[in-house]
């Protein structure tokens, strides 16, 4: 497994990241608890060194009622389970996200001093005995983030050595952009053949900052694997039920069309060719994938390259314009 640098932090990284959403339950239907454990130890058996989650993915996260966390149960939480299974390995690093209240009615956004305190230490308490690696503002709005509380907040912390690094789980380009320029070492954003256009529009600027970019939804929540036919549908504890209406998700399926020309040599499966397309730029500094099983995660790491170039040069440009035909915007 390859390293990368998580920008200017000094933190070396896998180039393939864990990421937990899907892994919790909490994104796709339920995962049994002992695949969960490990899913996570094959990860880390398999060179990823880079885990990123958030308090909320899990199911016993609503119920820590403050920073001491009580009675709750937290054995079922992401973070606990990382804490529980990476332990002190310190060439791990685990990347959280916090800013989501649970208790409100309905969950809401809240980056207020106090909330981000009492998350902060809960957080800290799940994954103990890990120390804090790195925090991010879990999707904050551009208000937030211009406001500047929410970003000195973490930042103070950072500095006081109370966790690693910092920085912003950023829903937009705008987010990401306000994010950088207020000083935040790293950034995750959304990152796939289908939807480049928010890296492209901050990338210039990431890359003058040193800003560590983590990319998410890489395979589009698996859109990108090919698998899927015209008439796919999802079940009722699938977010990707409400993500795309019928004719979106048609239309999307018809764009990848433009991604089987790369399916050739050691580019095994459509999945391989959109993950290898996310590796070909170099200041993404890991790639957040979401396995499910060991089964996914073996298959995500043998098809992903062993080194650059990881798809042929000149395959870049004719994917652009075959996408660009097809109504897609790399």
């Given amino acids: 497994m390859r390293l990368r640098p998580l920008g200017k932090t000094g933190i070396q990284c896998s180039e393939l990241g864990l990421g937990t959403w899907g892994l919790s339950g909490s994104a796709y239907g339920p995962v ?21 989650t ?3 993915y899990g199911p016993s996260t609503s119920g820590v009622e403050d920073a001491h ?8 939480s992401m973070e606990a389970r990382l804490g529980r299974i990476l332990g002190t390995d310190d060439r791990c690093c685990v990347v959280t996200k916090i800013g989501t209240d649970l208790g409100a009615n309905p969950p809401r956004k809240c ?31 551009l208000d937030v983030i211009v ?14 050595g109370a966790v690693r690094s910092w920085g912003v789980s950023a829903g937009s380009a705008e987010v990401a952009q ?71 998700l048609r239309g999307r399926l018809r ?26 730029h170099d200041l993404v500094s890991s790639a ?19 080194e650059p170039p990881y798809l042929p040069p000149e395959s870049f440009g004719a994917l652009e314009s075959r996408l660009k035909d097809l109504g897609a915007r790399p």
Wanted: charged share 25%; with cysteine; aromatic share 6%.
């Fill in 178 to 248: 306000a994010a950088i320029d207020a000083g935040a070492p790293i950034v995750e954003l959304a990152f796939n053949i289908l939807w480049a256009d928010d890296f492209r529009a901050i990338e210039q600027r990431a890359r003058e900052a040193g800003t560590g970019l983590l990319a998410r939804s890489v395979l589009a929540h698996g859109l990108l694997c090919g698998f899927w036919g015209l008439e796919q549908t999802f079940s009722d504890d699938d977010h990707r039920a409400a993500r795309w209406t019928n004719a979106d």
């Fill in 69 to 76: 966390l009580g009675s709750a149960s937290i054995s079922d």
């Fill in 111 to 141: 980056f207020t001093d106090a909330f981000l305190h009492h998350s902060f230490c809960a957080s800290m308490a799940r994954l103990n005995p890990r120390p804090l690696d790195v925090v991010l503002l879990h999707n904050p709005s």
């Fill in 32 to 52: 049994r608890s002992d695949e969960q454990d490990r899913v996570i130890a094959r990860a880390r058996a398999s060179g990823i060194t880079l885990f990123e």
């Fill in 288 to 306: 957040v994938l979401g396995p499910r099983s060991c089964l996914q995660l073996d298959q995500l790491v043998r098809e992903a390259g062993k």
């Fill in 147 to 160: 406001r500047g509380t929410a970003t000195a907040w973490l930042a103070e912390r950072a500095e006081a």
């Fill in 54 to 56: 958030a308090d909320i």
């Fill in 255 to 280: 764009q990848l069309d433009a991604l089987r020309p790369l399916i050739r040599g050691d580019v095994s499966t459509m999945r391989a060719a959109a993950l290898r397309w996310v590796l070909g």
